[in-house]
């Protein structure tokens, strides 16, 4: 039997992350497996492996403005590409770490924060949109952005991004169960035939 | 209504096009599609578009050969990763443009160089493999590889390769509906999404 627990490691920057994270609360009851929000930091990840967004090559940008569009309607879910691409995601990477020392429900800050950005088209590099969401989700937003910047949200996020790449992540989302990997919001079902026992790699 | 004819551009060669193309017979009967294979060269859209294949980065090519592997086994197909790759596929691309200028079922000879690389690891960059596939198919072996050195299926390949590009595609296996494209074997469903009309881009 398969272990029922999911990593996902996520950054809000990230598109197809975004379309990823509306599917997991449905993923995680479809198949009772519990789902862990690891914030990382993507640039961090292409950074130590040498990958790059897919957006750098301009074929595919125009690809995936496209692509995009039609996850989002085969999901239902809201979709606008933001004026701001790339964002600079650190500092709300570094508050969700917050957020989870202090921990409640995993996936409401993570998916506040991705709404935001890719259905309301918001500049999370801005203390004072974080704040916003952050307190749209009855957060204490001053708290949190004040230990957003303390060595200990600094330091988790720099772990997390360290064990995804050690662990074989090259971009996001990337999904582990156990030591398999899963990539891409388009290897979903991929990742539910593993917690149903239906891959045997 | 979706004109509900598909293009699809293939190149032997590449792995998630073989996986793709194992799926399009199913798919045309699910949808009632007509299917057009239309043989390019990937490494030809490659250095028009400035694209690589995935595997040039290590992690990504560590992980493709799980993938391909659990795509495989979700597809209940044979898969083996040849001991050969990449392969020349410039030779097996100019004969199907040359059995295809005489064709009559286009997906055959398609397939069948695909199961001779993909599962059994035949070279199919020395003509005596091509051959034993082409006459394995019940096909001229000698007539097709002598038109495939002819200035009809070279030209064809070109003008195929330079056309995929020309209508935005960058990598393989590329699909088109109309002026839609569709890029990977993952978007299989999204491809069957638009041929249903359930897509509005």
């Known amino acids: 039997m398969t272990d029922k627990h999911v990593e996902f490691f996520w950054d809000v920057a990230s598109p197809y992350t975004y379309l990823a994270a509306t599917q997991m609360d449905a993923l ?3 198949t009772g497996a519990v789902v862990q929000w690891r914030p990382f930091l ?3 990840v292409f950074k130590a492996t040498g990958n790059q967004m897919p ?3 301009p074929a595919k940008a125009r690809y995936m403005a496209v692509d995009l569009q039609r ?3 085969s999901y ?6 933001p004026k701001i691409f790339p964002m600079r995601s650190v500092l709300a990477q570094r508050v969700v770490c917050a957020a989870q020392a202090a921990a409640d429900t995993p996936s409401r800050l993570p998916l506040a924060l991705m709404h935001a950005y890719w259905v309301e088209g918001c500049d999370l590099a801005q203390p004072d949109e974080i704040a916003r969401v952050c307190e749209a989700a009855a957060l204490d937003a001053d ?3 004040a230990a957003a910047g303390q060595p200990q949200a600094k330091s988790q996020l ?3 991004t360290a064990e995804a790449v050690q662990r074989g992540a090259f971009g996001a989302p990337t999904f582990f169960v156990g030591t398999r990997m899963f990539w891409g919001n388009d ?3 991929l990742l539910e035939a593993c917690l149903n026992d239906r891959l045997s790699v």
């Open 143 to 145: 708290a949190l952005l």
């Open 42 to 44: 993507l640039g961090g």
């Open 158 to 160: 720099q772990v997390n």
């Open 28 to 30: 995680a009851q479809r």
């Open 71 to 73: 996850w989002a309607q």
């Open 187 to 189: 290897r979903l079902p």
């Open 55 to 57: 957006a750098a090559l």
């Open 76 to 81: 239902g879910v809201g979709f606008h590409f």
